[in-house]
């Protein structure tokens, strides 16, 4: 296992980050309990969850998989110190949580204790922003028709990030989180957080974790740049788009328990023609180079120039095993060459 600086922390992450958000819907406690087991046992030392997982997020199981996460940590209080813990703060819209309101300081600290509790723990490694306050061109809304910066009220987003850097420094200063970062958001969200860190004197973001694969790559080069440029760690989540570039929904399959048979709070928006159209070229290029379509995207996330670590899901050991190992994989040129073909004929494939 390969293992990288996390941004401007001295904390040293592993090259796979295991996610969670099917722990408490598609995975029981003995189920997420086995993951660990053979996570860890891979080398990986690098955990993500939030407090509105399990997903697709609802009132009946809001924050199950911090739970279960917590139940394994009580059970295992000697590797606590071990494993780097990253969970998030729920952003505005889901109305079992807070009301659905906004980040601010005094959610953020209600937030942060209740996660502390479910997690057994008395710190968070990395505490998260999960999305901004205001509409960012993310979860399906990244095309051009599909936000209008025209209508942010920019005055009104800083004072806002102000205030949420006054909960920020108040759990940095009591010890509750050891770092902070940030969760789909743009490069002027970046550049906000930054300016006003400097301003207010609180510790930088030190990772950001963004929606990307070969289907969605709109983070490269720019966001990624940035991130780079300021030392922070640059995050992928969904580097399989929820599953799709596994194959397994090709020619409109839903195979029994998987994601894409569950309701999906934003809809299959990942479910498009080109994304369609892009996976099966891929599924070709893994069987040519012997390997599993989902080794093939992990391995190319992996080697994208800025990308620290890499987060993966699993619903069973198989496809954890098999996705584990893709990160010991090395693309061909030629591998890499026909990948490179799809990929610039669907840089967004949604």
């Known amino acids: 296992m390969k293992f990288n600086i996390l941004g401007s922390s001295s904390l040293k992450v592993s090259d796979i980050c295991l996610g969670t958000m099917t722990w408490g819907i598609q995975n029981t406690q003995q189920d997420a309990d086995a993951q660990m087991a053979m996570a860890l046992d891979a080398g990986v030392n690098f955990i993500d969850t939030a407090e509105m997982y399990p997903v ?3 009132a009946d199981t809001y924050g199950d998989t911090e ?3 917590g139940n394994w940590i009580a059970r295992n209080q000697d590797a606590r110190n071990n494993i780097v813990v990253m969970t998030k703060v729920a952003g505005a819209g889901l109305k079992y949580i807070r009301e659905g309101g906004p980040i ?17 723990t008395d710190y968070i490694d990395v505490y998260q922003l999960h999305w901004p306050n205001r509409v960012t061109p993310h979860f399906g ?14 005055d009104k987003e800083i004072s806002g990030m102000r205030n949420i850097l006054k909960g920020i420094k108040a759990a940095l200063d009591a010890g509750k989180i050891r770092h902070w970062g940030l969760s ?16 207010e004197n609180v510790p930088l973001p030190v990772s950001i974790q963004n929606e990307f694969s070969l289907l969605h790559a709109k983070d490269w080069p720019y966001l990624i740049e940035m991130c780079q440029c300021e030392n922070i760690a640059y995050l992928p989540w969904s580097p399989l788009a929820t599953g799709m570039l ?20 934003m809809g299959l928006f990942r479910d498009q023609p080109a994304a369609q159209s892009a996976t099966e070229q891929y599924v070709h290029i893994a069987e040519n180079a012997g390997i599993t379509p989902s080794q ?17 899901g699993a619903t069973t050991l198989k496809q954890l095993s098999e996705n584990i190992a893709a990160f010991d994989i090395t693309l061909s040129d030629n591998t890499f060459n026909d990948i490179n073909n799809v990929f610039k004929a669907y840089p967004m494939g949604f």
């Open 296 to 312: 093939l995207a992990l391995a190319w996330c992996q080697q994208v120039p800025g990308v620290t670590s890499t987060i993966i």
């Open 184 to 199: 789909d958001d743009t490069p002027w969200g970046i550049h906000a957080f930054l300016r006003l860190c400097a301003e």
């Open 56 to 58: 697709p997020p609802n």
């Open 141 to 154: 809304k990244h095309w051009p028709d599909s936000t209008d910066p025209t209508t942010i009220d920019r």
């Open 67 to 69: 739970r279960i996460i």
């Open 104 to 120: 601010t300081a005094s959610s953020l600290t209600t937030a942060l204790d209740e996660s502390l509790a479910r997690l057994h």
């Open 246 to 265: 596994s194959g397994k929904y090709h020619n409109g399959a839903r195979p029994e328990g998987s994601r894409w048979t569950l309701a999906q709070r």
